[in-house]
Structures are given as structure tokens and as C-alpha cells.
């Protein structure tokens, strides 16, 4: 009978340190997931820009994120990937300024780059790839919220 008991004992410990160790890596991975930045975002960009006088238009086939003062080309990208009506962005190497592109005006960085453009030696235009990455994490984030929630459910 002790044996038993103990048996029971040892096989209680091991179940609920296994229960344990799953809920801390579900919430690890759901930290993860939530914290990873939206640039994540593939972008291409080349040394080029488009000619903003070419026939577009402000506020229809570009607008300025920011259009004086300071932004570094990953802030740029990462305010581009949350606005879904950004395609993408040409940025200065002098970070003074941040421009969208929207609904693929500056067809810059894409396969054909089909765009009127001149080349830029001071600055890059990328354009967004697919949110797959992005996605994926934040589905991710809430498999292991949702399991957590579940694990934290039947062990109250």
C-alpha cells in the first residue's frame, strides 16, 4: 500500500510539473508573438525613386507620414505596415521625411518595376510584401491565449 501511495505521489508531481511547464511555454510564446514588431513586414527596396510630379496625386496615390522632422526608415516601414492603404515608402538616408505609397502608385521594388523613376542615390522606395509573417505570429499569440486560458480554466 505504500508503494501505492507513493507510486501515485511520484506520478502526481510529474503530471503536474508537465502541466506546468506547458501553461509557462504557452505564455512565453504567446509574449513572443504579441511583442514581435510589424515590420516584420518583408519590404523590397531599391535605390530609386518615383517622381511624385509624374501624374499622382496626394492623398490618392501618396501621402506623407511624416513630412518634416526625423524618422528612421525602419519607423517608416513599421507605421507603413499599419496602415493597411500603404503600399509602401520612400525614405531619405537624412531621415527627414517618411512617404506612403498607396494602392501600388510607385510600382518601385516590385517584380517589373514598372514605375517612372530616376535613380537615388540618397535614399531607398520600398514596397510591402505579404503580412504572412505577421500574421502567423499574432495567430499564434492566440492558439497559445486561448490554451492558456483553457489550462488556466481547469486547474482553478
Known amino acids: 500500500k505504500v508503494q501505492r501511495v507513493w507510486s501515485n505521489l511520484v506520478e502526481g508531481s510529474y503530471r503536474e510539473i508537465a502541466v506546468v511547464r506547458t501553461a509557462m511555454a504557452l505564455r512565453l510564446l504567446s509574449v ?3 511583442v514581435t514588431p510589424a ?3 518583408p519590404y523590397t527596396c531599391i535605390c530609386r525613386a518615383c517622381y511624385f510630379s509624374a501624374g499622382y496625386t ?3 496615390d501618396f501621402k506623407y507620414h511624416v513630412q518634416s522632422g526625423t ?3 525602419d ?3 513599421v507605421a507603413c505596415s499599419a496602415d493597411a ?3 509602401g515608402i520612400e525614405h531619405p538616408n537624412s531621415n ?3 512617404a506612403f505609397w498607396l494602392g ?3 510600382g518601385l521594388g516590385t517584380s517589373g518595376d514598372v514605375s517612372t523613376s530616376n535613380k537615388w542615390a540618397d535614399g531607398f522606395t520600398c514596397s510591402k510584401g505579404g503580412s504572412a509573417t505577421s500574421g502567423a505570429m499574432h495567430a499564434a499569440a492566440t492558439v497559445a491565449l486561448l490554451l492558456g486560458g483553457m489550462h488556466l480554466a481547469m486547474t482553478a
Request: proline letters at 0%; charged letters at 15%; one cysteine or more.
Open 71 to 73: 524618422i528612421t526608415r
Open 104 to 106: 501600388g502608385a510607385c
Open 75 to 77: 519607423q517608416c516601414k
Open 32 to 34: 513572443l508573438a504579441l
Open 85 to 87: 492603404k500603404c503600399t
Open 58 to 60: 496626394e492623398g490618392t
Open 96 to 98: 527627414s521625411y517618411c
Open 39 to 41: 515590420a516584420s513586414v
